[in-house]
């Protein structure tokens, strides 16, 4: 999930003398802001700075950050032509700067942390580029777009579709490329994807995961699948061959269980940004409680964390996840 975002003050800090655009291209920065969540929680996994508009970027897309809203492409995809003149990435020569920093973080890390890598999945990152969906929490752009799909012309289906198969190959040599410099895992970020329906999905996103996924498997990186609105598509998910789903906080991990999947998720950033510590202390160990016994399961939250988020919240979020390592749950110690 976005670990760094806005909620920490050394975050902002450089965020106050460097754009968003030019923190995403300067290796020394990602490295710097990559490391910040962890220097202060030590979580066990830390998350490359990135953004999964990159690869857009990189294929010839002008993109900028507005801020207070987000990233945003000056020009969006609007006709064969437009999917025609993406140019092909080669992460060497396009994106060096994340390649040298993810060997930086590497060498930071060592082995006291998992150093994630990731990128978007190309059914959000199209909704992007086709409808520039950004901040949407209905997710109605996404769903606009497929929508349209049922009145569309055929050419229309087959240009967003040749999109989708450029863009998997994107994906592929990008995060291949992550797994040379170092990563020990990658994230792919559906976010978008439970805008659709079941049957959409396993036509407009699915097939395309599934496609990454496997041209991954010899590399013998685990891979992580991210949903939002995840809990219509758990089968879907699990279908796609990825290692571990990981759920929003709407999808009961009750239901995620019966995958018999590795699972990461999913407590609701809301409660860490509004409840006490006290109060998040009691909902992480609920949730770690309904895990327990559960073989691969990577507590997390069910998105990223929130600006404004009390610092004192994520601590006590983290910390309680670690003491579960080490010691039992009350009620188990007291059954003995
Ligand atoms: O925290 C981290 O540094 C982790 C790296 C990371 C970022 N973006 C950096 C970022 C990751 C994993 C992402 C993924 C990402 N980016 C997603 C998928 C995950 C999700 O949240 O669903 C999406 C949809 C994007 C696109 C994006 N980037 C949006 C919509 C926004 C603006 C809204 C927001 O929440 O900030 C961003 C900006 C962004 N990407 C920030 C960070 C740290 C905030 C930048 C700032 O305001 O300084």
């Not at 990186?221 to 789903?245: A, C, E, F, N, W």
Request: hydrophobic share 40%; with cysteine.
């Amino acid at each position: 999930m976005r670990q760094a975002g806005r909620a920490l003050p050394e975050y902002r800090a450089i965020r106050e003398k460097h754009g968003f655009m030019e923190m995403l291209s300067t290796p020394e920065l990602i490295v710097e802001v990559s490391l910040q969540p962890w220097r202060r929680f030590k979580m066990d996994a830390v998350i490359v700075f990135s953004d999964i508009l990159l690869i857009p970027w990189k294929m010839g897309m002008d993109l900028k950050f507005i801020e207070g809203q987000g990233p945003k492409f000056s020009k969006l995809i609007e006709t064969e032509k437009d999917v025609e003149s993406l140019q092909s990435i080669t992460p060497e020569k396009d994106c060096p700067f994340l390649l040298t920093a993810l060997r930086q973080l590497r060498k930071e890390i060592r082995n006291n942390a998992a150093l994630l890598g990731f990128a978007g999945s190309p059914w959000t990152v199209a909704s992007y580029m086709l409808s520039g969906v950004i901040l949407s929490p209905e997710l109605v752009e996404g769903r606009r777009i497929s929508g349209s799909f049922a009145d569309a012309q055929d050419d229309t289906v087959d240009t967003v579709k040749i999109l989708l198969e450029k863009l998997t190959q994107q994906t592929i040599v990008y995060l291949k490329a992550q797994i040379e410099a170092g990563v020990d895992a990658v994230q792919i970020f559906d976010s978008w994807g439970g805008s659709l329906s079941a049957e959409e999905y396993a036509v407009w996103s699915a097939p395309y995961i599934k496609e990454v996924v496997a041209a991954l498997k010899p590399t013998g990186v685990p891979t992580i699948l991210y949903i939002k609105d995840s809990r219509h598509l758990l089968d879907q998910m699990v279908s796609t061959g990825v290692d571990v789903i990981s759920v929003g906080w709407e999808t009961p991990l009750e239901l995620a269980r019966k995958k018999r999947c590795a699972i990461q998720g999913n407590l609701d950033p809301h409660i860490l940004m509004q409840a006490t510590p006290d109060e998040v202390r009691e909902k992480t160990q609920n949730m770690l409680n309904e895990m327990k016994n559960y073989p691969g399961y990577i507590a997390n939250l069910g998105h990223g964390v929130l600006p404004k988020t009390p610092l004192e919240n994520i601590a006590a979020f983290v910390e309680t996840v670690k003491r579960c390592h080490c010691e039992e749950p009350q009620a188990t110690k007291q059954s003995k």
